[in-house]
């Protein structure tokens, strides 16, 4: 592969696309996924040994907020291939397979971090808005094999990214014969968008009935609608900042391809790339949304790693308490009274 210019021109049907327009883009890029790994590993190992040990998911309802937590710790660990391909001035690794397992795995990642983040937001839906009803999301609560067959799914829909190639790899319109890959191309952008716009929108009607059963309730029952709101709402923030952005830089680059401009082609594609690297801090944003979701596991997060702070405030909250932090399988501190 020869090191392009910012004054490099590329016919359509070249097939050198991994290497980068601007190299001090991807050096930055490259940086600040350092970051998020650095930041994302011990984090979402950390949240991984709560679920599994301390705050045993499948006793407590967490069955969406695990899978979620497997998705991106695959994500987290996905990172340091992406940073060496960008320190050496590539979009993507130039072996195939590495590039097509790559992109297999993003996609299944994020993919299935939308699909459980819906899950959760449609059961605090139901939960709230048709307390009382029927509500679907249960099944997967009473039976864990179900999530089991939506990383199958998944995997299903994922399959095109390995079948054909796809960015830098080549994607629509980049192989060498124009036409030989479009209908496998045509469906994965299909699905591309899906997965962004359909979620969102089940996103804002879930908020939005769930703040107006909110305005409509008494005091006494305002508490959970108000938690529930605050789930929902975070859910929301992860997606308007680590999906939405680039979604709309893919349909803008699909854009600028279709008019064969490369110049324009160029810095969007650098700016695609950026919201792609911005989208992957969404396994930083996730354990707020367990937070909010669940007490329990904020509870079991603090007492596991900080049981001083918590200590300090149960103390600053109740004096005449005192605190015995224990190391079993309870998730919250013992707390005997004291007489003064």
């Not at 392009?4 to 940086?31: E, K």
């Not at 499948?58 to 998705?71: D, E, H, Q, S, Y």
């Not at 952008?189 to 939005?208: A, R």
């Not at 490369?262 to 801090?281: G, I, K, P």
Request: aromatic residues 12%; hydrophobic residues 45%.
């Amino acid at each position: 592969y020869k090191i392009m210019t910012p004054f490099t021109t590329v016919t359509p049907n070249q097939t050198d696309h991994c290497n980068v327009s601007n190299v001090v883009t991807y050096q930055a890029l490259s940086w600040l996924m350092i970051a998020q790994f650095t930041l994302g590993l011990p984090l979402n190992l950390s949240v991984l040994y709560i679920f599994l040990f301390r705050f045993k998911f499948w006793r407590n309802k967490g069955i969406f907020l695990f899978n979620i937590v497997v998705a991106d710790f695959l994500l987290v660990i996905c990172l340091p291939i992406k940073i060496h391909d960008y320190q050496n001035s590539r979009r993507q690794s130039d072996n195939q397979v590495v590039c097509k397992t790559m992109l297999f795995m993003l996609f299944l990642n994020r993919g299935a971090s939308i699909v459980f983040l819906i899950i959760l937001s449609l059961d605090r839906y139901f939960s709230v808005v048709h307390l009382g009803k029927r509500n679907c999301t249960k099944v997967f609560k009473k039976n864990p094999t179900m999530c089991l067959g939506v990383w199958v799914l998944l995997l299903v829909l994922t399959t095109p990214t390995m079948v054909a190639t796809f960015d830098c790899c080549n994607s629509l319109g980049r192989a060498p014969n124009e036409w030989e890959h479009t209908p496998t191309d045509i469906c994965r952008e299909i699905i591309f968008f899906i997965q962004i716009i359909i979620p969102f929108i089940i996103l804002v009607y879930c908020t939005s009935c769930i703040i107006r059963r909110l305005q409509r309730k008494s005091v006494g029952e305002r508490t959970k609608l108000r938690r529930a709101v605050f789930v929902v709402l975070s859910v929301v923030v992860v997606f308007s900042l680590c999906f939405l952005p680039c979604t709309m830089a893919r349909g803008v680059l699909l854009y600028e391809r279709l008019k064969m401009d490369q110049a324009a082609e160029d810095v969007v594609v650098q700016v695609y790339d950026s919201l792609m690297v911005l989208s992957y801090t969404d396994c930083l944003l996730d354990p707020l949304v367990y937070c909010f979701c669940h007490a329990g596991f904020k509870d079991a997060y603090i007492t596991t790693y900080f049981p001083h702070v918590l200590k300090k405030h149960l103390l600053k909250s109740n004096p005449n308490k005192v605190i015995e932090t224990t190391t079993n399988n309870s998730c919250v501190p013992k707390v005997t009274s004291t007489v003064t």
